[in-house]
């Protein structure tokens, strides 16, 4: 009786459609594990390539400096080194145009700052919203291969004159193991995805706040051109 109910025997004695949302939700299953340590490998690189910047910025190491090497490594630089690439870019465009005007100059580098912190979002965020979907579709995906199961099970029996547990369980277990398959896909795509938005807001914060920093870094180098008359 066990190896008769074997997960492997039901699948392989279920109906053509429950196999078939089956064989659905395992390729969901796979697509959703390999997104999961695509983004967990691309969330380290990002903490990691934001630190070493981090501590490169606050070492005392001069602007200038930093903005040179930011260009000369564009390719592994991280989302921290991008937006105060694009930030330093728009303060010396502006600088160059003959501009000293205070407000004009932080509006700028703010603004540029700003779009390349939306884009590094985009990029960060990538994926997220296919563990989301996963994580809300797979088991009503799996509900709907257990319904048709079960109705095709049932349909089996009408013509039988005497029903006992006996032979409706086979039915009824072959149903199940797709609700099984459905909740298997879910619950790791549901607990990665909050665990990589809480890690993604903090990655958010944590570069806004550097944009908050690198403006007021900027302000006062203004304010100390300004008062030396360059």
């Given at each position: 009786?066990?190896?008769?109910?074997?997960?492997?025997?039901?699948?392989?004695?279920?109906?053509?459609?429950?196999?078939?949302?089956?064989?659905?939700?395992?390729?969901?299953?796979?697509?959703?594990?390999?997104?999961?340590?695509?983004?967990?490998?691309?969330?380290?690189?990002?903490?990691?390539?934001?630190?070493?910047?981090?501590?490169?910025?606050?070492?005392?190491?001069?602007?200038?400096?930093?903005?040179s090497?930011?260009?000369?490594?564009?390719?592994?630089?991280?989302p921290?080194?991008r937006?105060?690439?694009?930030?330093?870019?728009?303060?010396?465009?502006?600088?160059?145009?003959?501009?000293?005007?205070?407000?004009?100059?932080?509006d700028?580098?703010?603004?540029?700052?700003?779009?390349?912190?939306?884009?590094?979002?985009?990029?960060i965020?990538?994926?997220?919203?296919?563990?989301?979907?996963?994580?809300?579709?797979?088991?009503?995906?799996?509900?709907?291969?257990?319904?048709?199961?079960?109705?095709?099970?049932?349909?089996?029996?009408?013509?039988?004159q005497?029903?006992?547990?006996?032979?409706?369980?086979?039915?009824?277990?072959?149903?199940?193991?797709?609700?099984?398959?459905?909740?298997?896909?879910?619950?790791?795509?549901?607990?990665?995805?909050?665990?990589?938005?809480?890690?993604?807001?903090?990655?958010?914060?944590?570069?806004?706040?550097?944009?908050?920093?690198?403006?007021?870094?900027?302000?006062?180098?203004?304010g100390?051109?300004?008062?030396?008359?360059?």
């Amino acid at each position: 009786m066990n190896q008769d109910l074997s997960i492997l025997h039901l699948v392989i004695n279920a109906s053509l459609v429950v196999q078939l949302v089956m064989l659905l939700l395992v390729l969901i299953s796979v697509s959703s594990w390999a997104a999961i340590f695509r983004k967990l490998f691309a969330l380290r690189r990002v903490k990691s390539l934001n630190d070493v910047f981090e501590r490169e910025f606050w070492s005392g190491t001069s602007l200038n400096d930093l903005f040179s090497a930011a260009a000369k490594n564009a390719r592994q630089s991280g989302p921290m080194e991008r937006i105060f690439a694009s930030g330093m870019r728009e303060y010396q465009k502006l600088r160059e145009k003959r501009i000293a005007d205070t407000s004009t100059l932080m509006d700028g580098a703010r603004r540029a700052m700003r779009a390349s912190f939306q884009r590094e979002m985009d990029v960060i965020e990538t994926h997220l919203s296919f563990l989301a979907s996963v994580g809300s579709v797979s088991p009503y995906v799996g509900l709907f291969g257990t319904v048709w199961g079960i109705m095709h099970s049932f349909t089996g029996l009408a013509s039988l004159q005497q029903v006992t547990l006996a032979t409706v369980a086979p039915g009824i277990a072959e149903a199940l193991v797709s609700t099984a398959i459905g909740l298997f896909a879910a619950i790791p795509a549901v607990v990665a995805y909050n665990r990589f938005a809480r890690d993604i807001d903090r990655i958010a914060i944590k570069l806004e706040t550097f944009i908050e920093e690198f403006s007021n870094i900027l302000q006062r180098n203004v304010g100390a051109q300004s008062a030396s008359g360059q």
